[in-house]
T-cell receptor
Framework: LAKTTQPISMDSYEGQEVNITCSHNNIATNDYITWYQQFPSQGPRFIIQGYKTKVTNEVASLFIPADRKSSTLSLPRVSLSDTAVYYCLVVGRTYKYIFGTGTRLKVLA | DAGVIQSPRHEVTEMGQEVTLRCKPISGHNSLFWYRQTMMRGLELLIYFNNNVPIDDSGMPEDRFSAKMPNASFSTLKIQPSEPRDSAVYFC???????????????FGDGTRLSIL
């Protein structure tokens, strides 16, 4: 089974924009991309999802290039409360519901 | 709306004992997932159900693990006998996978922290 690939960790400062990229080279035609956020002692929480191009909601943007082999989660102006682990999950035939290792984001004051 | 409800939140038991974890999915959701999370292995999918039927149980570690979904509002994950290496946080998630609700995300409970001594 294929697994997504993300950086293990990232540091950022408050107020900066953070971009986390996920690689999913084996994505199939009907698969779609979701991102989750997880705080300690809590379950993962859905942030955003998309199929292609760009999706934006009140907390994040998701950029997906034409070949769909990667995706980038963009968090505008992060705050200390955005410190968490962020997971990319590709849902569909190839990746099913398998989570990758996630990216541990630490926001510094 | 109530989210996914898991019980107990914490469980500490001795090796060899039977452990039963419970999950109540969000009302109206027809897919249910069990995950296990450890520092070493991250989030692992154990099994998932569609319309109460197990679809993929390839992630279930071994015969000591079993999962059931007797109805749309309840599922159990049982470990018998339990071993120290089963210590982890177990998450349940649910989603709607009906065609009319295309691409709905999973909603996770807050997990059961299991410690086997």
């Amino acid at each position: 089974l294929a697994k997504t690939t993300q950086p293990i960790s990232m540091d950022s400062y408050e107020g900066q924009e953070v971009n986390i990229t996920c690689s999913h080279n084996n994505i199939a035609t009907n698969d779609y991309i979701t991102w989750y956020q997880q705080f300690p002692s809590q379950g993962p929480r859905f942030i955003i999802q998309g199929y292609k191009t760009k999706v934006t909601n009140e907390v994040a943007s998701l950029f997906i290039p034409a070949d769909r082999k990667s995706s980038t989660l963009s968090l505008p102006r992060v705050s200390l409360s955005d410190t968490a682990v962020y997971y990319c999950l590709v849902v569909g035939r190839t990746y099913k519901y398998i989570f990758g290792t996630g990216t541990r984001l630490k926001v510094l004051a | 709306d109530a989210g996914v409800i898991q019980s107990p939140r914490h469980e500490v038991t001795e090796m060899g004992q039977e452990v039963t974890l419970r999950c109540k999915p969000i009302s109206g959701h027809n897919s249910l997932f069990w995950y296990r999370q450890t520092m070493m292995r991250g989030l692992e999918l154990l099994i998932y159900f569609n319309n109460n039927v197990p679809i993929d149980d390839s992630g279930m570690p071994e015969d000591r693990f079993s999962a059931k979904m007797p109805n749309a509002s309840f599922s159990t994950l049982k470990i018998q006998p339990s071993e120290p290496r089963d210590s982890a946080v177990y998450f349940c998630a649910s989603r709607s996978s009906r065609r009319s609700d295309s691409n709905q995300p999973q909603h996770f409970g807050d997990g059961t922290r299991l410690s086997i001594l």
